[in-house]
Every structure is written in structure tokens, then in C-alpha cells.
């Protein structure tokens, strides 16, 4: 009976989890195409930052509980502190904002990213130098990296361009958007393509295309917000609020 009953909550979790999932690509995406500031966007970006949390929260359930892998749990937080941090940017647009709220979402990232690269150690010893292995070491530096970014970030006493929360804000949840298709892949893709040579490149796929798409809008809002060679603080009108 009581297995019935752990079935039954793993089957509901496993449900909202990809419901979440869903409602993520979907919202992920309006950010992105809608007016910047605009109410779809701020509502949108919401929905995503909420559905990015259940997906995580899921994630850790499904690893204490229901005996998930401990990478798909360390991308889990991954995913959603580049969320996280895009998000909590909002409210801190000056240095020495920070709370006791990003500090841990820092700290706690930092702790998984070297987690992930001493279960990368593990699998080497084991398998050696295979697909899983290699992704390890991967999503383990960008995890460290990210999280060693908030807590130098956290440290700023003044900043130069009073834009920066801006840009961080869009690379981090645009960043958060790529995590959020790179799951639907490997999930989705993953089993059909896993007996394939480079099966392994759907993990990077998204990063691939979207990271120079943030590269791009990157440059054109600062070219655009330092025009003449001088910084100026954007009028309301162009970030839509």
C-alpha cells in the first residue's frame, strides 16, 4: 500500500513537473519577442521564473525521494540560478542590494557546480572519458563559473555603466531560456537519439544557437544605451516601463 501511495506522488510530481516544463518553453519565449517592460512581458517572465522553480524543486524531490540522478539534479539548480539571479537582479540595480536570498542561491550553486565536477571525477574513474563524463566537467565549470560571477558581482562597491543590470538581467534569463529547451531536448530527443555517435551534442545544442543571439542583443542595448560614446540612462520608453 504504502508503495502504491509513493507511486501515485511520484506520478503526480512527475505530471506537474512537465506541465511546468511546458508552460517554461512557452513562457520563455514571449520575454524575449514582446516589448521590453511591457505587462506580457513582466507577466510572462513571471510565469517563466515560477515554472523554472517548480522544475527545480521537482528535481530535488525526484532525487531525495524518488531516486532521480544527481546530474539531472545539479542542472536543476543550475537552471534555475541563472533564473534566479536574472530575476532577482530587478530588485537589487545598485551594489550592496544584495540579501541573505542571493547569497545562498550563490553559495548553494557553487557548492552543486563542485559537486557535478567531483561526480564528473567519479565517472572517469568508472567509464573513463565518455559523452556523460565530458557533459559533467561541462555543466560543472559553467555552474562554478555563474555562481563565482554572483558572488564577485555581490562584491562591487560602485559600477561603471548603470545599465549592467539590464544586460545581466537579459543574458541570465535568456541563459535560463536555453537551460529550459536543452531539458525539453535531452528528454524529449534524448532517447531517440542516445545510440548515435553525436547523440551527446543535443545537450549543447541550444547553447550553441543561443549564445551568440545574447552576444548579439547584448552589444546592439549597449551601443544603443552609450550612443556618441556617452553613457545615459535609457528613457522609460525603450525598456518599456
Request: aromatic fraction near 18%.
Amino acid at each position: 500500500m504504502e508503495s502504491l501511495q509513493s507511486l501515485s506522488l511520484h506520478s503526480v510530481f512527475l505530471a506537474s513537473h512537465i506541465g511546468a516544463g511546458v508552460l517554461a518553453l512557452i513562457s520563455g519565449i514571449l520575454p524575449i519577442i514582446t516589448f521590453k517592460g511591457g505587462k506580457l512581458h513582466r507577466l510572462s517572465g513571471k510565469l517563466f521564473f515560477w515554472s523554472m522553480f517548480w522544475l527545480f524543486f521537482t528535481s530535488v524531490l525526484s532525487f531525495f525521494f524518488f531516486r532521480g540522478t544527481f546530474f539531472l539534479l545539479v542542472i536543476g539548480v543550475f537552471s534555475f540560478h541563472v533564473c534566479f539571479t536574472g530575476y532577482r537582479v530587478l530588485y537589487r540595480k545598485k551594489p550592496g542590494q544584495e540579501t541573505w536570498l542571493d547569497w545562498t542561491g550563490a553559495i548553494a550553486t557553487l557548492v552543486a557546480g563542485i559537486g557535478i565536477e567531483l561526480y564528473a571525477v567519479w565517472l572517469f574513474q568508472k567509464y573513463g572519458l565518455g559523452p556523460m563524463t565530458i557533459l559533467s566537467i561541462v555543466f560543472g565549470i559553467f555552474t562554478i563559473s555563474n555562481a563565482l560571477s554572483d558572488i564577485k558581482m555581490f562584491r562591487m562597491k560602485h559600477v561603471d555603466d548603470k545599465m549592467w543590470w539590464f544586460y545581466h538581467h537579459m543574458s541570465a534569463m535568456c541563459g535560463a531560456v536555453i537551460a529550459a529547451y536543452t531539458a525539453f531536448l535531452v528528454n524529449a530527443v534524448g532517447p531517440l537519439v542516445h545510440d548515435m555517435p553525436m547523440g551527446w551534442m543535443i545537450w549543447l545544442l541550444p547553447a550553441i544557437i543561443g549564445a551568440p543571439g545574447i552576444s548579439f542583443w547584448k552589444r546592439y542595448y549597449m551601443k544603443k544605451f552609450n550612443a556618441g560614446g556617452k553613457k545615459r540612462m535609457p528613457a522609460p520608453s525603450e525598456l518599456g516601463v
